[in-house]
């Protein structure tokens, strides 16, 4: 890739998938190339743990990036990915077992220990709603030995550019919903983290991007915001406004900008949570298990894909009652679509289809309801909501959204992520003065 033009390479993983985008920014709108993409894996190891194949997907990212790369070197580089997740590091720098994912359910004390510190004490102090996956809870529960062998613990995309440079430090938007970081401060929440039982010398220094950390076949490699909502947030609502927004992937991330982080009772009430955003501010957010609770279905159920469970869902009989999408027993479960049947009261014998059904019409129902409690706790009413990510590609999702949402549904790009990333570091280079600058709007 000839660095003469301006383009960078955005590294974008979900829970899911991950690709590497070319995104130039020599017109606007930018254009995007998605160079290539591959999957996400992960195992179940003896213990029962799901962990992440990070060798897997290391290989992918520098494939991908090697594509990008085979002309020359771009104008910079960046990672970006899920929250919560983490890596334990030993002082020789070598990787301590696979990092665990959220949806593994070695967290399922977390309550007790949200207990212990205090619910309503955790979220006033850290802004973030209490909940199994946070990181918070992951390391309290971590396995002793392989913490006594750590030196350091690296929120997932900063794993991802220790990997690539050896820096180590944690992004301030991933400590941002990790649960340990304080909310009116500029460092970690000491005290919670002692009480929670985590070490508290594993815990790294907390920088704020965009900063150059090193530099990979002589392309430099940019820290950004790297929590892959917090760079979607910037695409899909550029300004703090009325207008609401769905980041739809694994998870649906359904939320609205705000200036300052909110943490009143009603906020704690709907079960919403504060976010850091790119540029500095937040965004007010619910986090609802998404598209990869329908992967997940429909491969349990003998489809080949998503999309093929969605063409015989948009035909099938709706059967059964809306279910609650956060019940425990849907991730306690072997099978998440025996669970739904049950959830649902659905006949024994009901057809696949319609068991797809009745789980994307109990996610559009989940965030009808989030919609409703932001309008509750901003005070405003929301008359747009702006959709990006993967779940755009999914009809009869978007078909019942606009139908049950009661408000307009604008369909932004599904690589909000991956464009997101690039506009950091576009940013950085000095290219533009904002966002809306940019993307040329």
Request: aromatic share 6%.
């Amino acid at each position: 890739m000839s660095a003469s033009g301006r383009t960078v390479l955005a590294v974008d993983l979900g829970a899911t998938s991950g690709r590497v985008a070319a995104v130039t920014f020599d017109q606007r709108p930018p254009s995007v190339r998605v160079l290539y993409r591959f999957p996400v894996a992960d195992y179940v190891d003896p213990q029962g743990s799901v962990r992440w194949n990070l060798a897997h997907m290391l290989r992918h990212i520098r494939h991908g990036v090697g594509l990008g790369l085979q002309d020359g070197p771009a104008s910079s580089l960046a990672f970006d990915s899920w929250g919560v997740d983490y890596g334990l590091i030993s002082a020789s720098g070598q990787l301590i077992g696979d990092p665990h994912a959220y949806r593994s359910t070695r967290t399922a004390a977390w309550q007790q220990i949200a207990h212990r510190l205090g619910r309503r004490r955790l979220f006033d102090e850290t802004g973030v709603l209490p909940q199994n996956f946070n990181s918070i809870f992951q390391l309290a529960v971590h396995d002793r030995r392989e913490v006594s062998e750590a030196s350091a613990v690296l929120l997932f995309t900063n794993l991802l550019e220790f990997c690539f440079t050896g820096f180590v430090g944690t992004e301030r938007s991933l400590a941002g919903v990790s649960g340990m970081l304080e909310l009116h401060g500029d460092d970690w929440a000491w005290q919670i983290v002692r009480e929670a039982g985590i070490e508290s010398r594993l815990l790294t220094t907390i920088f704020d991007a965009p900063r150059v950390i090193g530099d990979f076949l002589g392309t430099p490699i940019i820290s950004i915001a790297g929590h892959d909502t917090a760079g979607a947030i910037m695409i899909a609502a550029p300004q703090a406004s009325e207008h609401a927004f769905i980041s739809s992937g694994s998870t649906l991330v359904v939320g609205m900008r705000t200036d300052v982080p909110i943490c009143t009772n009603k906020v704690f009430a709907a079960g919403l949570s504060n976010e850091p955003v790119a540029d500095g501010r937040y965004a007010l957010v619910k986090n609802i298990p998404g598209l990869r609770l329908l992967e997940l279905c429909s491969r349990e159920l003998g489809f080949a894909d998503v999309r093929d469970a969605t063409a015989a869902a948009a035909i099938a009989d709706e059967v059964g009652q809306v279910i609650d999408v956060e019940a425990d027993s849907l991730f306690e479960t072997p099978r998440i679509s025996d669970a739904v049947r049950l959830l649902a009261k659905m006949p024994d014998h009901v057809l696949p289809g319609s068991v797809i059904r009745i789980l994307t019409r109990s996610l559009v129902t989940a965030v009808g309801n989030a919609l409703d409690s932001l309008e509750i706790c901003k005070g405003i009413p929301i008359n747009t909501v702006r959709i990006v990510g993967g779940g755009v590609r999914n009809g009869l999702f978007m078909e019942m959204l606009r139908d049950s949402c009661r408000r307009r549904v604008e369909i932004g790009p599904q690589e909000a992520a991956a464009i997101g990333n690039a506009t950091q570091q576009a940013l950085a280079h000095g290219w533009f003065c904002s966002v809306e600058d940019a993307l040329g709007i």
